[in-house]
């Protein structure tokens, strides 16, 4: 359901920012164009009777996207983080954020690596994060 909303939450602003487009085939070649064949045709999943695309294009009215409701509010899902992190034991919490810091500095030095234009070395780095991330069943 969720994907649902945003999807006719992109539809609305769409229909909102392109008065003159009202066509379901100019939403859907903008949106995901590989649902539009080269001849200029639906793909047979959009024209598949039943989809919730059409359902939704038909319901939904134009509407600017900065005068929609949002679909996500920071403070539900903050409070939600925080309480799964209260579950947490120090240690569990100490992994978590050591392996995020080991995944940023190996991403450094390979872009590091990469300004220098040392391929070899390159290689060597991701040979050897994949063997650390196997090794901590990451």
Known sequence: EGGQLTLRADMAAFKAANPDSSELIDFVRWFSPTDVSKDGRL?????????????LWEASEPCAAHRQPPLFDPQLHAASVLAELQRWRVCDVLTAVGMAELRIAIARVKAELMVRNMPRAICAVQMQSAALAAAVDV
Do not use: E, T
């Open 43 to 55: 793909s047979d999943r959009m024209m598949a009777g039943g989809n919730c695309w059409q359902k």
